[in-house]
């Protein structure tokens, strides 16, 4: 059961642009989502995070937005950065959860 | 500052062979995790820890067993290596908090299972 979704597994961007990367989730317990980056033989490294009492965050050139609704969320990368290359996850907790669960990851590529 | 510290970086494995994988965090985190990296796969939860003597299964536990008896060290050991269980392993913290707070990770251990 795959309770955070993330169902495109690669995105192809201009320099400049705007990346949008999307996930979805189905537990409604989850009130906390979470998006981290991930270089090449890297770990992961926190970006941006939402609470649930929220429908937007901003954080520089990095936008995350909440629908719970419908139960989805998406990072909007403006403009895009070939150094913003790298694969994308989402996660979604519960509040002061100690478990984070994860999406399958969308590798991002930002051309030149 | 160290955060999440992992050794080793790469290990390769016989079937059937044992090893531990070690996890150790400076930031006095109650949460310590570890998650495998599969391709299409994300980020699978292993075994986790809510604190000093306190451990529970995650998603895929089977052939992984975890200890803490440190606030800082979390290892994980594979008591009977399988190719199966070639994968990338991450151990992550984080702190409990009443306001949500991100986990950090370590580097990563790439484990090869021949």
């Known amino acids: 059961d795959q309770q955070v979704k993330q169902n495109s597994p690669s995105l192809s961007v201009q320099e400049g642009r705007i990346s949008i990367l999307n996930c979805d989730y189905t537990n409604s317990m989850f009130d906390y989502f979470l998006w981290y980056k991930k270089y090449p033989a890297e770990g992961p490294t926190f970006l941006i995070s939402i609470s649930s009492i929220k429908d937007k965050n901003e954080d520089g050139r990095f936008t995350v937005f909440l629908n719970k609704s419908a139960k989805h969320l998406s990072l909007h990368i403006v403009p895009s950065q070939p150094g913003d290359s790298a694969v994308y996850f989402c996660?979604?907790?519960?509040?002061?959860?100690?478990?984070?669960?994860f999406g399958e990851g969308t590798q991002l590529t930002v051309n030149p | 500052n160290a955060g999440v510290t992992q050794t080793p970086k790469f290990q390769v494995l016989k079937t059937g062979q044992s090893m531990t994988l070690q996890c150790a965090q400076d930031m006095n985190h109650e949460y310590m995790s570890w998650y495998r990296q599969d391709p299409g796969m994300g980020l699978r939860l292993i075994h986790y820890s809510v604190g000093a003597g306190i451990t529970d299964q995650g998603e895929v536990p089977n052939g992984y067993n975890v200890s803490r008896s440190t606030t800082e060290d979390f290892p994980l050991r594979l008591l009977s290596a399988a190719p199966s269980q070639t994968s990338v392993y991450f151990c992550?913290?984080?702190?409990?908090?009443?306001?949500?707070?991100?986990?950090?990770f370590g580097q990563g251990t790439r484990l090869t299972v021949v």
């Open positions: 992550a913290s984080r702190g409990r908090s009443v306001m949500n707070t991100e986990a950090f």
């Open positions: 996660a979604a907790s519960r509040t002061s959860g100690s478990r984070l669960t």
